[in-house]
């Protein structure tokens, strides 16, 4: 990352779980992504903006199921909030997305900030409670491999 970059990776964001962490690090590089493209202004930034949209839409969908199959795996207890979390997040940027793509009312760089926010209030919150319940599960000798 430069150090013009909308975010940069910090250790605060990480919860312990390495393919979890390298996943959240991807959606950063994402966002930071759409936020060059923001940055751009002309034709060429639209389509790029188009095409790395897209690409974060499918990452996020496959994190949220990778995460969801962890948490379906150590049989965490918050799953539902977890899930409902994650479906109103794809519903809000799948609209956002239909609305750009159709000419409607949209600011790519109010859609960076809602995705930068979201992503990193979503890790320090949820993601982190739900880590520590693995880690308990972990030295408790509960669980293993995850």
């Keep these: 990352m430069t150090e013009e970059a909308f975010i940069v990776w910090d250790d605060r964001y990480?919860?312990?779980?390495?393919?979890?962490?390298?996943?959240?690090?991807?959606?950063?590089?994402?966002?930071?992504?759409?936020?060059?493209?923001c940055r751009r202004g002309?034709?060429?930034a639209r389509e790029e903006f188009k095409d790395t949209i897209r690409?974060?839409?499918?990452?996020?969908k496959f994190h949220?199921?990778?995460?969801?199959?962890?948490?379906?795996?150590?049989?965490?207890?918050?799953?539902g909030e977890q899930k409902h979390q994650h479906e109103c997040f794809v519903r809000k940027v799948l609209e956002d997305v239909k609305n750009f793509e159709n000419g409607k009312t949209f600011v790519p760089n109010q859609?960076?900030?809602?995705?930068?926010?979201?992503?990193?209030?979503?890790?320090?919150?949820?993601?982190?409670?739900?880590?520590?319940?693995i880690l308990r599960l972990k030295k408790e000798g509960?669980?293993?491999g995850v």
Aim: glycine residues 2%.
């Design 142 to 144: 509960h669980l293993t």
């Design 42 to 44: 002309d034709a060429a």
């Design 55 to 60: 690409r974060t839409v499918d990452y996020v």
């Design 64 to 79: 949220f199921s990778d995460e969801e199959k962890i948490l379906e795996r150590v049989k965490y207890p918050k799953i």
């Design 111 to 133: 859609f960076v900030r809602f995705l930068r926010d979201w992503i990193l209030e979503h890790i320090a919150v949820a993601d982190k409670e739900y880590a520590e319940y």
């Design 14 to 37: 990480v919860i312990g779980i390495p393919v979890v962490d390298e996943q959240h690090k991807a959606l950063l590089k994402l966002t930071n992504e759409l936020y060059e493209a």
